[in-house]
């Protein structure tokens, strides 16, 4: 593996090192029927490896939390994020560079495309893997290729990011412009291919637009509420209740730098302390 492949990697994984952000005093399994549940994480990353003859080799502290149990679940990004040139050569490059991954370390993680590897790895105390796209740029245009994308181990499908693409604008396009053709074309396809629709990162009238478009129910994977702290990465109540009033699931993000200037950070630590 090379530097410039593990630079990409660890970049990929997002702002949460899912595995190793819990405090150490709650890295173990939970006691009673809390300890035979699934946690997700709906939008995480993986971290803690040592670099052995450039290669990655997980550390004997990421090794202690997969064992843990806190996780049973990463959803984690395999392709590059944002409109640019080869989004989908590296989405495919970027499944391989996973596949691999996780390949090698069968001891702690497993690749899921169903429901059963979820259980599976749950009664195996590995952490399942949930290939994502936090883009709809690796289709370059053409919806068809989420059937290739599923094939490949894709399971959710985010249908903007932060701006403008093809599918409809992001949270942080002044224009607000909502969902394009193509946009409802890639939701029909990754409906019929039975992949989650994702709309976080949607800006406010594509996210209303691709609930309404949306026959099965959809998905915000990492989100606030924008009725309270009003930051266009956050979803306002409307659209939440749209969400749910479909079936769908929310997911609340922990990011301290996405918060109203004054309003006091919230570390992992802190919010789950709170909730004890």
Same mark, same amino acid.
């Given at each position: 593996?090379?530097?410039?492949? #593990?630079?990409?990697?660890?970049?990929?994984?997002?702002?949460?090192?899912?595995?190793?952000?819990?405090?150490? *005093?709650?890295?173990?399994?939970?006691?009673?029927?809390?300890?035979?549940?699934?946690?997700? $994480?709906?939008?995480?990353?993986? $971290?803690?490896?040592?670099?052995?003859?450039?290669?990655?080799?997980?550390?004997?502290?990421?090794?202690?939390?997969?064992?843990?149990?806190?996780?049973?679940?990463?959803? @984690? &990004?395999?392709?590059?994020?944002?409109?640019? =040139?080869?989004?989908?050569? *590296?989405?495919?490059?970027?499944?391989?560079? /996973? $596949?691999?991954?996780?390949?090698?370390?069968?001891?702690?993680?497993?690749?899921? &495309?169903?429901?059963?590897?979820?259980?599976?790895?749950? *009664?195996?105390?590995? %952490?399942?893997?949930?290939?994502?796209? @936090?883009?709809?740029? =690796?289709?370059?245009?053409? *919806?068809?290729?989420?059937?290739?994308?599923?094939?490949?181990?894709? +399971? %959710?499908?985010?249908? &903007?990011?932060?701006?403008?693409?093809?599918?409809?604008?992001?949270?942080?396009?002044?224009?607000?412009?909502?969902?394009? $053709?193509?946009?409802? @074309?890639?939701?029909?396809?990754?409906?019929?291919?039975?992949?989650?629709?994702?709309?976080?990162?949607?800006?406010?009238?594509?996210?209303?637009?691709?609930?309404?478009?949306?026959?099965?129910?959809?998905?915000?994977?990492?989100?606030?509420? +924008?009725?309270?702290?009003?930051?266009?990465?956050?979803?306002?109540?409307?659209?939440? #209740?749209?969400?749910?009033?479909?079936?769908?699931?929310?997911?609340?993000?922990? /990011?301290?730098?996405? +918060?109203?200037?004054?309003?006091?950070?919230?570390?992992?630590?802190?919010?789950?302390?709170? /909730?004890?």
């Amino acid at each position: 593996m090379s530097a410039l492949a #593990r630079r990409e990697f660890l970049a990929s994984a997002g702002t949460a090192a899912a595995l190793l952000a819990l405090p150490a *005093s709650a890295r173990t399994r939970p006691p009673g029927p809390e300890a035979n549940a699934i946690w997700v $994480d709906a939008q995480g990353g993986i $971290d803690g490896f040592d670099e052995k003859d450039g290669r990655l080799a997980p550390s004997a502290r990421l090794i202690k939390a997969v064992k843990s149990g806190w996780i049973s679940v990463v959803s @984690q &990004t395999v392709g590059e994020v944002g409109n640019g =040139p080869d989004r989908f050569r *590296s989405a495919v490059e970027g499944i391989a560079f /996973m $596949d691999r991954f996780v390949a090698e370390m069968p001891s702690l993680f497993v690749k899921a &495309t169903s429901a059963a590897d979820l259980r599976l790895a749950k *009664s195996a105390g590995k %952490v399942a893997i949930v290939y994502n796209f @936090q883009d709809t740029t =690796p289709l370059e245009g053409d *919806s068809s290729r989420v059937a290739t994308f599923k094939a490949l181990g894709l +399971r %959710v499908l985010q249908l &903007t990011y932060n701006k403008r693409n093809l599918a409809g604008d992001g949270c942080l396009e002044r224009a607000n412009a909502g969902l394009s $053709d193509f946009g409802r @074309q890639a939701i029909a396809e990754i409906e019929r291919n039975r992949l989650l629709l994702d709309l976080s990162h949607s800006g406010q009238r594509t996210t209303a637009e691709g609930i309404a478009e949306a026959k099965r129910p959809p998905a915000i994977t990492h989100t606030g509420c +924008r009725d309270l702290v009003d930051l266009p990465r956050n979803q306002y109540d409307r659209e939440l #209740r749209a969400l749910a009033d479909k079936g769908g699931v929310v997911g609340i993000y922990l /990011m301290p730098f996405l +918060r109203a200037k004054g309003q006091p950070g919230r570390t992992i630590s802190s919010a789950i302390s709170s /909730m004890r």
